[in-house]
């Protein structure tokens, strides 16, 4: 008993070092934030200080967070709707009409994750600018649920089999339709993975900084662009830039909190039976 | 009017043929039990009539009409599932009632259908609880009622009362029977349990292999099996099979010898037998005695007391294991001497081939329409 006790203690403290290890750079950036340029980049760093909101002042009065905030909101939901929107009945196709090539069309679809973005900036940018969507919310809307697709379409796919078959099939003796499987039965049995998958997908296109800094410019910046905007060529401000990414992380750390359960279990369903 | 009939039926996967050419009648208000091995193809049958599964050749029909290319919920079929597939986030009222909010059906009246269906099945005090609040059998009466509120023309039933304990079963057994007589409906049954089979059914088919081996009533099948297999089959525990040969074939049937040199003469329809034909000998454990004027020889190798009866596995002379009913309070033990007795008039002879050789006579119960109904 003694020995199964120290042995709980000691991966006790392990994860909680680790946890804190993971978690140090946001505190640290967090504490910056409210820290004085000077206190910022002393040497050695300084864990107590007099804190100062003059950074989040500063950062307002330079730049509209809650323009490039809501830009982020509508960003992030939007493509998250239009990617759950394709990949639902594509799951649906995969998980009950399986073919020959469904898994290699499954392992296809992710190993498109593997392609460096910058691979296919110049084609896209080009793409966007003819059809008038470069600095538009709808342009990073799309480039978003395309990317995310994979990802979202796979999660979907390994709740949507855990589904036993024959309830479809007695709902199909029942007259239902493949809309009314769907409606009726699918997606209020697949809700917490639906939610899961959806909350992956919010998470992962708030985040995204590689397209949210090449498509866009005034009007459709989102929080990552924000934060950029801060590593001036005339020098880095860790103060300021510490409180613009506090600014811009603090909703989805919020949020991501708030649905952690519902996260894990979305992402731990498949491995463990 | 529900009929079903199967003209020249045949499935195949991936090129594999599960079902072979399957014909077969089922009548009007008939229980229709589809009975075999596992892996035989008879849920895949059944999920042909319903439609869950598409025909590859042949010709499917209800009713005299062609349902081939009509999807499951035109075809005027009900089925209840092995597992009973329950809707797990509706209650009890929303499961039966779901086909008829598909309809389009009134509030009001799918209630009362809904409740109409949960009176016969005695589970009207289950209407608001969710499935996961019911034990097994209740489950099964849900997935009953399901089927009972759509009307339908024909009751498909896929292995029902496999998840179910013994005692259950048998309970639910009774119930299916009682069923069939309120309803009055046509109902396809599939199990590879022979008992619920024999007890059950108006019309067996037996199924092996995709092939049906053959089509009878309960007591057809087993007094005049077609084959080693249906033979071998049907009854619980297996008939005992040995291997002989004809030592002298009459117009009044057939004589063989048996390990240790008696011979016995079955009763058969003349001209299928010639002298110094191969054949395999079959008879049932409760067609078999014990006695010191028996044909057969052998030594006790187990004793299984059920109380009632005792099953009695004995080795003959040329090392065969015989398995032989006898009463609940016989005095055998293990390791005892025992003469074995067969009766000419109870035991079967097969070809070579597996091809029963007619008897002569046909028992009195044997072609009896629907033995349970009043003669």
């Given amino acids: 008993m003694k020995k199964a006790l120290r042995k709980k203690m000691v991966f006790t403290v392990l994860a909680w070092l680790a946890a804190g290890l993971v978690f140090f750079p946001i505190f640290w950036m967090l504490l910056t934030g409210f820290k004085t340029e000077v206190e910022a980049v002393a040497t050695p760093p300084s864990l107590f200080f007099r804190p100062t909101i003059e950074n989040y002042v500063a950062v307002q009065q330079r730049a509209d967070y809650f323009k490039f905030a809501w830009n982020s909101i509508v960003i992030s939901l939007g493509s998250t709707l239009l990617a759950l929107a394709f990949a639902v009945p594509a799951a649906y196709a995969m998980a009950f009409f399986p073919t020959k090539r469904t898994k290699d069309t499954l392992l296809w679809m992710l190993s498109t994750k593997m392609l460096p973005p910058v691979g296919v900036l110049v084609p896209i940018y080009l793409l966007f600018r003819d059809m008038g969507l470069l600095d538009t919310r709808l342009g990073l809307l799309i480039v978003y649920s395309l990317i995310n697709l994979p990802i979202v379409v796979w999660m979907l796919f390994t709740f949507f089999i855990e589904v036993p078959r024959e309830v479809l099939e007695a709902a199909r003796m029942d007259g239902a339709k493949p809309r009314d499987e769907l409606y009726y039965l699918l997606l209020p049995l697949s809700l917490p993975g639906i939610a899961s998958t959806g909350l992956l997908s919010i998470i992962l296109a708030w985040n995204e900084a590689f397209w949210s800094l090449n498509l866009t410019a005034a009007n459709a910046a989102p929080l990552t662009a924000f934060i950029a905007s801060f590593s001036s060529p005339e020098g880095l401000f860790w103060a300021k830039l510490s409180a613009a990414s506090t600014m811009a992380i603090a909703p989805i750390l919020v949020f991501g909190w708030m649905s952690q359960r519902q996260l894990v279990r979305g992402l731990t369903f498949g491995a463990v039976k | ?375």
Wanted: hydrophobic residues 40%; aromatic residues 4%.
């Fill in chain 2, 1 to 375: 009017m529900a009929t079903v009939r199967l003209r020249n039926i045949s499935k195949s996967f991936n090129g594999v043929e599960i079902i072979k050419g399957v014909n077969l009648d089922i009548e009007d208000r008939e229980f229709a039990v589809i009975v075999g091995p596992s892996g035989c193809g008879k849920s895949t049958l059944l999920r042909l009539v319903a439609g869950l599964e598409e025909v590859t050749s042949g010709d499917l029909l209800i009713d005299g009409e062609k349902v081939n290319d009509l999807p499951p919920a035109k075809r005027g079929l009900a089925m209840v599932f092995q597992s009973y597939a329950l809707y797990p986030h509706m209650s009890v009222a929303e499961n039966m009632g779901f086909s008829l909010r598909l309809a389009r059906v009134a509030r009001e009246e799918r209630g009362k259908k809904v409740r109409e269906a949960a009176r016969i099945l005695q589970i009207e005090s289950l209407l608001e609880h969710k499935p996961k609040e019911l034990s097994g059998g209740q489950r099964q009466r849900v997935a009953i009622g399901r089927a009972i509120v759509r009307n339908p023309k024909v009751f498909l039933f896929d292995e029902p009362l496999s998840n179910l304990d013994a005692a259950l079963r048998v309970q639910m057994r009774i119930e299916f029977m009682r069923l069939h007589d309120v309803l009055k409906a046509t109902m396809i049954y599939v199990t590879h349990d022979q008992v619920e089979a024999m007890t059950m059914a108006d019309k067996i088919v037996v199924l092996q292999g995709g092939v049906v081996e053959q089509v009878g009533s309960p007591l057809e099948l087993y007094h005049h099996p077609r084959n080693l297999f249906v033979a071998g089959f049907m009854g619980s525990p297996k008939m005992n099979f040995m291997a002989t040969t004809v030592s002298d074939a009459s117009e009044a049937g057939a004589t063989v010898t048996l390990p240790g040199g008696a011979a016995l003469e079955v009763p058969l329809k003349p001209g299928h037998l010639r002298q110094g034909e191969r054949v395999s000998l079959g008879v049932r454990p409760e067609h078999l005695g014990l006695g010191d004027d028996g044909q057969l020889r052998g030594e006790v190798r187990l004793v299984e007391r059920l109380g009632g009866k005792t099953f009695l596995h004995i080795q003959i002379e040329d090392g065969q294991m015989f398995i032989v009913e006898a009463d609940g309070e016989v005095p055998v033990r293990i390791h005892d001497r025992v003469g074995i007795k067969l009766s000419s008039d109870t035991c079967h002879l097969f070809k070579e081939s597996g091809e029963a050789v007619p008897r002569a006579l046909r028992h009195p119960l044997a072609d009896v329409e629907h033995p349970q109904e009043e003669a």
